[in-house]
């Protein structure tokens, strides 16, 4: 017995395959081993472990770093003022939970800690908000990244694009170009034609506006998406036969995305997510097709890419489909993608503006008696409304600029940095990851800023010696923003359209065509509040509860000219 195991020498076992190759072959090995069949069992628990190990030291590996990172953002994260809730703030919760007033609830906790406060969203989710102005712009010229909900909301949509998505890299370029595209529409004198869409749109909408009456939110948004596809399309949009699938396929995705993209895994289990999937595909089909068409009417697509931004000075020229047959399957469909992220933002957005200056003009029958004579006197009696003839229309520019500080597009503009901590200049330093968030209603009706009406409908404020109204159409030259005032707070405390290296590359545009578009519809029509609906407006016109309005009926009256 000895003997047998005492001659059988383990070690004698080659103990990787290169070994048992380099030395004679099993033959060679201690006849104790039983050949073959043993060294290769041998080996295969040998590997076995090997592997198990790597992957072990692997996961702990990752595990700690896990653990190490999450240490860091606790350690960062306490040092900010906050609540001293632990891991997940119950207060944050119940408003999350209950779609609650997070404004009110981020305008308690600033009033106990100060301009910056932190709050947990979980435990591993840290949310920072601010409100002070000079740390508001520091913050959104330093935090370069979306939320990725936000990229994963739009490439749900979408598929694949350059713009909308987390990370600033990706989209850097594409703003640039389409900065160009859009600075070009503005050129004053450079593209007389750009807003000519506005009096098709009006005319090709004189059915629509001769109903009894029209409901302002689906009203707002027809008119945006007339708006922003006729820009994006040119001519080729106007006379396109898929256009009512199109507007509703649009109304359909921009209503769910977000909800959608909220599952960390998409849930294709769920029926209802399944038909959201078939109609972002139809709409994909439907933008494709006018892409086409506009391409093929040599209209004013641009290829928001990098190559189309180096082509751009020839497109500026007119030429601007030039290119469009070498470009890869790939850019084509980024450029889809960019375009229906355009279309999806850009409609919603403006027609959240538009629906909502069309309320006040229901409210305050006023201001619509003062637009309309500014409107007339500015118009020189030509019979064509010009671009030259809306800039000098300051009261209508103010008008709109101040329904946007007033009702912004959401309640919080939202950033993060994905890879670096953002170190302020008040000394504090938010984590890598943080969820920053600037809540605009404490921004934008800040009484220090704005003065004791700040919460009051008041175009006059815009018209006053310290705004400059002109800045609004001046092309940006490398500047993200409007330089709005003279008084710095003023302008980082304008912020409908964000500011700093992710602000609205579209907001001059769309502030310059929905002022074309309300001078052209009040040059024309009265706007008036529905019977049913003028007792309620009355009980709330003066009051920050707006919003809670209900989507309005208006009528749309023929003026005598
Ligand atoms: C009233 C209408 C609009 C409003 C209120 C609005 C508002 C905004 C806001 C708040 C942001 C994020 C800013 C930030 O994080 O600092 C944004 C981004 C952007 N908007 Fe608009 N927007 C409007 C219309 C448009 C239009 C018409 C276009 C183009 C056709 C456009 C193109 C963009 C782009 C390209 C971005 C940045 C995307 C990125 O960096 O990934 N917007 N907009």
Redesign the pocket.
């Known amino acids: 017995m000895a003997s047998s195991t005492s001659s059988c020498d383990s070690t004698a076992v080659p103990f990787t395959l290169l070994g048992a190759l380099l030395t004679a072959g099993p033959a060679a090995w201690p006849a104790c081993v039983g050949g073959g069949r043993a060294f290769l069992r041998d080996y295969a628990q040998r590997g076995t472990n090997a592997l198990l190990w790597a992957v072990l030291l692997a996961v702990t590996w990752v595990l700690l770093l896990r653990v190490a990172a999450l240490l860091r953002l606790w350690a960062l994260g306490s040092r900010i003022p906050g609540p001293r809730a632990l891991l997940a703030d119950p207060g944050l919760a119940d408003v999350l939970r209950t779609g609650g007033d997070i404004t009110g609830f981020l305008s308690k906790l600033h009033s106990s800690y100060g301009p910056v406060v932190r709050l947990w969203v979980g435990p591993s989710q840290l949310l920072v908000s601010v409100k002070d102005p000079t740390l508001v712009k520091e913050v ?1 010229t330093k935090a370069e990244d ?1 939320l990725p909900l936000t990229g994963r909301t739009y490439n749900l949509a979408c598929g694949r694009l350059s ?3 987390s990370s600033f890299e990706k ?1 850097k370029s594409t ?1 640039e170009s ?1 900065k160009i595209f ?1 600075n070009e529409k503005l050129t004053i004198g450079g593209n007389l034609n750009s807003f000519k869409v506005i009096d098709a749109i009006m005319y090709r909408s004189d059915s629509i506006m001769s109903k009894d009456f029209l409901d302002s939110r689906s009203f707002s948004w027809h008119m945006a998406f007339n708006i ?1 596809g006729a ?2 399309f040119g001519d080729a949009f106007l006379d396109w036969s898929d256009t009512v699938t199109y507007e509703e396929l649009l109304m359909m995705v921009a209503k769910d995305g977000c909800f959608w993209a909220s599952y960390a895994v998409c849930p294709f289990w769920k029926p209802s997510y399944r038909r959201y999937q078939t109609l972002c595909a139809k709409l994909k089909i439907l933008t494709e097709s006018i892409i086409r068409k506009s391409r093929d009417q040599n209209s004013s697509v641009h290829h928001f890419d990098q190559r189309s931004y180096q082509k751009s000075e020839g497109m500026m020229a007119g030429h601007s489909l030039l290119g469009a047959a070498e470009e890869s399957l790939s850019s084509e469909e980024e450029i889809c993608g960019n375009i229906m992220g ?1 279309m999806l ?2 409609i919603s ?2 027609a ?2 538009i629906g909502n200056i069309l309320t006040r003009l229901i409210v305050f029958p006023k201001l619509q008696d003062q637009l309309h004579a500014e409107i007339v006197a500015a118009c020189n009696e030509s019979s064509e409304l010009e671009v030259d003839d809306v800039l000098r229309m300051r009261f209508l520019l103010a008008t709109v600029c101040e329904s ?1 500080r007033l009702l ?3 309640p919080l ?3 993060c940095s994905l890879k670096h901590d953002l170190t302020l200049g008040s000394g504090i330093t938010v984590p890598a990851g943080a969820i920053l968030v600037v809540p605009l209603n404490l921004v934008q009706m800040d009484a220090s800023v704005w003065g004791n009406d700040a919460g009051q409908f008041n175009p006059h404020r815009f018209l006053k010696k310290d705004i400059v109204l002109g800045d609004i159409l001046a092309a940006p030259s490398g500047s993200n923003g409007m330089n709005l005032s003279t008084d710095c707070a003023k302008t980082e405390s304008f912020l ?5 290296s ?6 001059k ?2 502030i310059l065509a ?1 002022s074309m578009f309300i001078a052209s519809l009040l040059r024309e029509y009265e706007v008036q509040p529905h019977p049913s609906l003028s007792k309620e407006v009355g009980s709330k016109v003066d009051s920050s509860h707006f919003h809670h309005l209900p989507n309005s009926k208006i009528i749309l009256t023929k003026r005598m000219i």
């Open positions: 959104l979306k713009l909308f998505v989209v703003r389409l859009l922003i820009t994006l355009l933002h850009g957005t403006s959240n503006l946007a912004p597009a959401g503009l939202q950033r409908p359209f964000g500011s700093g992710r602000a609205c590359v579209g907001q545009f769309v929905i």
